[in-house]
Each structure stands twice: as C-alpha cells, then as structure tokens.
C-alpha cells in the first residue's frame, strides 16, 4: 500500500495536467476492471463488477490533481513569473524546488534577498507577483528554448519517512487514489464504479461532469485533508491529528454528509477496531459537494487522512491511517452489499 501510494505521489499531476497520474492507474487497474473510460474533461472512469450486479449504485472517487504553479510571463533576465494553481499558501513557497512540465524542467522559487527588504517587507508574507522562479538561464531567448507561458511545475517528488509517518507532496489526494486501486484489485462482494477525477483543487469541476454521467445513489469520496494540529495553533483550531484514524465526514466548507451512511461508517469501525476522528471545526471541501447535488440528489460520505503541511511539499501523513482507511472502505462495500 505504501509502496504504491509512494509511487503516486512522485508522480506530477497538477490539475489541468493529470495525464501522467491518469496513465500510471490505468497501467495499474487495467487487468481488473471491466470498463475503463475517460470523459471530455479527463476523468478516468473505471467500472467493476462485484458478486452483486447493482450497476452504478456504489460509487468511489478521489481526485488525481494535486496543487501547483502555472508560469504566466518570461522576463528579461529568463527568470519567470507565476501564479497558483489551486490554494498554496504563499508562505510555504520561497527556497522550493519545483518541476516544470512533462520534461521536469527543474527551478527554484526566489524572492529579494533579505538583506535588500525592510523591515516592514519582512513581517508581511510576499505577495505572489514578487516571486520568480529561477531556471538556471540569464536570458528571456533561453528560457523560451525551454518553457512556454501556461506550462505548469509541481513540488519535488522526495518522500521521507520518519517514525510512524512519511513526508511528501501529493498526499492529497494520492492517498485516495491508492485505496481505491487496492480496492479494484480485490474480488468486490457488489458492482462499484470508481471515479479519479480532475480538476478538484480548482473547484470541484470534475466531479460535475462525472457524477451526472454515472448517477450513483451512493458516493464515498475518499480523501486526504487538513490536520493543523501543531504548536501554536489553538485547540479547538486543530482540525484532525495524523495517527488518530480516518476522519469520517460529517460536514466541510461545501458538504453536510448523508448522517445514515455517516453512522454506518461509525458503528463499522467501531466493531472492527479501526480507530476513527471527526473533525473538530469545519474546514476544506470535496467533491462530495458536487456530487451531492447532481440530479436528484446523492448520499454522500467521506473517509479522509489527516495531513499536516497540506497543500504543501512537505505534507506529513500517517501510515497506519492510510491502512485503517483500505480496511474501513472494503468493509463499507460489504455493509453496502448486505443492504442491497
């Protein structure tokens, strides 16, 4: 499991540019599924059957896109400019490495030296227009040779462990890709349809697309999500903790989550001796939001990991809670699948 997810993550996918996550999962679900497709807007869309042919019912997703940089101008001096690609705190930008394009072009991200800022400029966080981003060229001719206005570059891909816990960027949503890839590669007790979807750090825009051409009745999305349970931040503040179990949803910034299948996914750890958390304030969003409201209405539910430094390239997450995770949604398809 970690292995695979290690795997994933040093892949570059940020949203727009999924392709590479896109084609590394299709390599690896291939054998398993029955019907693999993907949408207009790049969704990967992989059906399996289960001892149960309930069709479209049950539906999994998480999302391939992780956040990123898209250059936006050339200057003079081959330096180049940028601007976010989904929610980056600027703060976690100056000194990174990052990878520019499908060729990893690599660049660090600058900013004025220190001993050139004043005071003032020194208690503010900078602003993204007085970044640039250095690769290694003196002109606008040679950076041109090399990059284009709207190429995108992703964090760099090291994953270090330490302790119970590994370091790495794309925790989110990577994470959810895995356990959905374990999932295929089991014999499934009903008929699940498993979405990786695109475009969800930039609004959720994938998910509209696909969960009105497949028309669950019931959708998991499972993801990673904001922990903030560190050194100076106020108690009730500190959303999840790494190493406390999944996170079950019972509502973010987007979603109020179906309270039955919520209760389900509860009473279900409960008996297993999976250790679980909820979410001490509301905060992030998922696709369920968009799924949530597609035709008449879908159930939704969630199981995410904590990660601290979400959104970041250092995001820290915990290994068992990824395996508590694969546990508690295979044994959701079995509840589901008793149901029927």
């Not at 590394?24 to 399996?48: C, H, M, T, W």
């Not at 406390?244 to 001796?273: C, H, K, W």
Request: proline fraction near 4%; glycine fraction near 8%.
């Amino acid at each position: 499991m970690l292995n695979l997810l290690k795997q994933l993550c040093a892949l570059n996918g940020v949203s727009s540019w999924e392709d590479e996550v896109r084609d590394f999962i299709v390599e690896q679900v291939r054998p398993y599924a029955d019907s693999i497709r993907v949408d207009a807007l790049g969704n990967l869309i992989v059906f399996k059957h289960g001892k149960i042919h309930s069709g479209n019912d049950l539906l999994f997703s998480a999302h391939m896109d992780e956040v990123g940089l898209m250059i936006t101008r050339i200057e003079e001096d081959g330096c180049l400019r940028f601007d976010s690609v989904g929610g980056i705190d600027r703060r976690v930008l100056i000194g990174k490495q990052v990878f520019i394009g499908k060729d990893r072009l690599p660049g660090v991200i600058g900013f004025k030296p220190i001993h050139l800022t004043t005071r003032e400029e020194r208690r503010q966080v900078p602003k993204m227009e007085d970044l640039y981003l250095d690769i290694g060229v003196d002109s606008k001719e040679e950076a041109e040779k090399l990059v284009s206005r709207g190429d995108v570059a992703a964090f760099g891909p090291e994953w270090v462990d330490f302790g119970s816990r590994f370091k790495a960027k794309a925790i989110d949503d990577r994470v959810g890709c895995a356990v959905m890839i374990k999932l295929l590669q089991e014999d499934l007790p009903m008929d699940c349809t498993f979405v990786f979807s695109v475009q969800e750090e930039v609004g959720t825009r994938g998910a509209f697309a696909y969960a009105f051409s497949v028309k669950p009745k019931i959708a998991v999305v499972v993801e990673g999500t904001t922990a903030a349970d560190l050194p100076g931040v106020p108690e009730r503040q500190q959303v999840c903790f790494p190493g406390q179990g999944p996170v079950i949803s019972m509502i973010d910034g987007g979603t109020i989550y179906d309270r039955g299948l919520f209760e389900t996914l509860r009473d279900l750890a409960n008996a297993n001796d999976i250790p679980w958390q909820v979410k001490h304030m509301v905060a992030g969003g998922t696709d369920a939001r968009t799924i949530q409201r597609s035709r008449e209405g879908v159930r939704v539910t969630g199981i995410s990991a904590a990660v601290r430094n979400i959104h970041s390239p250092s995001s820290v997450a915990d290994r068992n809670d990824v395996e508590y995770m694969l546990k508690l949604a295979r044994l959701f398809i079995q509840a589901m699948a008793e149901e029927y």
